[in-house]
């Protein structure tokens, strides 16, 4: 029995699914087949290790559940990945190297953290327009370049699933 798709699914799926699956594995370790038994305690280890990671304060393993429990478009890479590759760069600058027009990436890019706030840490407050500055959630801004760097943190939570800044 192959649960190896169902735990990788795991850190995506909602609480609901997640008591679901769960209760499925224990019946399985209490009266399934033996095939089934191994199943359920392999369904259950994951669960451990998942609980373990998502219950982690650190800030990169906060960063590495946000982007597990909800995975990046691929729209969201790149605008993560334009920065990655053009730390400092201001938000006219990102907008041109992914091939828009404006101040588009500050936005999307935004939104990106905000939709994820709830796994990470609150954004902090613009002074400039009395509002949640939402792209700081990810990014440090430079006010006196107009640049934006991805957070330290940030870029090694997103290593950890697989998005990494182009080598210099």
Not at 118 to 125: G, H, R, S, T, V
Not at 146 to 159: A, H, I, Q, R, Y
């Amino acid at each position: 029995m192959n649960v190896d798709p169902l735990i990788a699914s795991l850190p995506a799926k909602s609480d609901n699914e997640r008591r679901t699956i769960r209760a499925r594995a224990e019946d399985w370790v209490a009266d399934g087949s033996a095939e089934q038994q191994e199943a359920g305690r392999k369904v259950l280890d994951a669960f451990a290790k998942l609980q373990e990671r998502e219950s982690a304060s650190d800030p990169v393993s906060k960063v590495e559940n946000a982007f597990a429990r909800m995975p990046p478009s691929d729209l969201e890479v790149s605008l993560m990945q334009v920065l990655l590759d053009n730390p400092g760069a201001t938000s006219t600058a990102l907008t041109e190297a992914i091939g828009w027009q404006d101040k588009a990436w500050q936005l999307h890019f935004g939104k990106i953290g905000w939709d994820r706030q709830n796994y990470l840490w609150p954004a902090p407050w613009s002074k400039a327009r009395n509002e949640p500055f939402k792209a700081g959630i990810l990014a440090d801004f430079d006010e006196e370049t107009s640049g934006f760097t991805m957070k330290p943190e940030v870029v090694e939570g997103l290593e950890r699933i697989g998005v990494k800044g182009k080598q210099r």
